[in-house]
Each structure stands twice: as C-alpha cells, then as structure tokens.
C-alpha cells in the first residue's frame, strides 16, 4: 500500500475531489521536479505571496532568501505559511472555450516554517538547493563562506500537512458540442535547456561540464 499523507480539513480537496492525491510518493516527486515555490503569508493583515527557490529534503522543504527579507523575518517569527508548487504538462484544447483546461500537477503545503541557525544545517540546506538545481554543480563551485551563510536566512517547513493536485487526460467536452467543426486536442508543455552561454569572463581553455551542456529535467 502507498504512503499515504493524513487528510485534514485544510489540505482536503474539495473541488475536482477526484484530482486529489495524498500518496506521499507522488507528492514528492511533483515538489523535487519543480525548481520554484510560492510562499504565502499575511503581515499585519496584508497577504503576500513571494516566489522563491526551495528544495525537499527527506520531510520537509527548505526555502531561502537574504537575511533582510521581510517574508524570511516574518516566518522565522512563526507565521502561518502556505507553500504551492505547480507544474504544467499540457494546454487542453476543448471545443467550447468553457471546457479549455490544463494538464498539471500541484501541490499545496501548510504549517509553521521554522529558521534554521545551525550552520551544519544551512549548509546541508544550501548543498540540496544547489543539487536542485543542477546535479554535481556543489563539488565544482566554491561553497558559502561564514559571511554569506551569515547574509542568508534559511527556513524548514514539515511535510505534515500537505496534498496534490493532479490533472492528467484529455479533452471532456459537452456532449452536444462533439460536432462543433474545431480543432481539438493537446498542446504537450515540458521545460527545455537550451545550450549552455559561457560568461565571458570563464577561462576558454575550461570545457562546459557535463552537467550543463547535457542538460536534462
């Protein structure tokens, strides 16, 4: 049997309830493909919700940004925080513009995000960012210095309390519709690396590692 995450009023899906996923399996392969997350949060009873990078780590999720962020400050205070991760498989072309959708997959993440002062852990933190990323890059690149962990603020979120949301298939249109004389179908999506672009201050003699010019997620 699956992993299954406990389902709380909060976290259950409501609309298109036969969408929702809660295997925890499936939920962490969405939030380890995807490279942005948005955070949010309220501030003297003003939302705001900052996009930011994170990565999964065993059951929680890291996320980072300078020291002197107000959404790093605020959440380190114990603020509620909502994070979400969305990616988009496909445009979904029905034949009534009422029935056009798309293909994605969700996530959605609640609780208390805690700030992370043990160097050895910001440091593990700031490693699974970077192998995020792009697999292999930490071992090349300098690693942070006590300055730059000092100028940055980290932040762990539990996985307690968190759903998916799942949309996969093809075109559901009315059956009165079926007839209407239009294109249908999907338009596939799916992120791309381009060629890798050489800083023009990177010594030519040094060849595009591996991991750059084979790009793949």
């Not at 003297?44 to 890291?62: K, L, S």
């Not at 697999?135 to 996985?159: C, F, M, V, Y």
Request: proline fraction near 7%; glycine fraction near 6%; hydrophobic fraction near 40%.
């Amino acid at each position: 049997m699956p992993d299954q995450v406990p389902v709380t009023e909060r976290t259950r899906v409501i609309r298109e309830a036969n969408r929702a996923v809660y295997d925890r399996e499936a939920i962490y392969k969405i939030l380890d493909e995807g490279f942005v997350c948005h955070v949010g949060f309220a501030v003297d009873g003003q939302p705001f919700v900052i996009p930011t990078m994170f990565a999964r780590v065993g059951d929680h999720v890291y996320f980072h940004g300078s020291a002197a962020s107000r959404m790093l400050r605020g959440l380190s205070g114990g603020l509620p925080v909502c994070l979400t991760v969305t990616l988009t498989d496909g445009l979904v072309l029905a034949r009534s513009v009422f029935n056009h959708s798309m293909n994605y997959r969700s996530v959605v993440a609640l609780g208390h995000a805690a700030q992370i002062d043990e160097p050895a852990e910001k440091l593990r933190a700031l490693q699974a960012f970077t192998e995020k990323l792009i697999p292999g890059r930490w071992h090349d690149a300098r690693q942070p210095n006590e300055k730059e962990l000092k100028a940055t603020s980290i932040l762990k979120l539990p996985l307690t309390e968190v759903s998916a949301k799942i949309r996969t298939g093809g075109v559901e249109d009315d059956a009165e519709d079926y007839a209407f004389p239009v294109w249908v179908g999907i338009v596939p999506l799916r992120l791309v690396a381009d060629p890798p672009i050489r800083d023009e201050r990177c010594d030519p003699v040094i060849p595009a590692p591996a991991y750059a010019s084979n790009f793949q997620r």
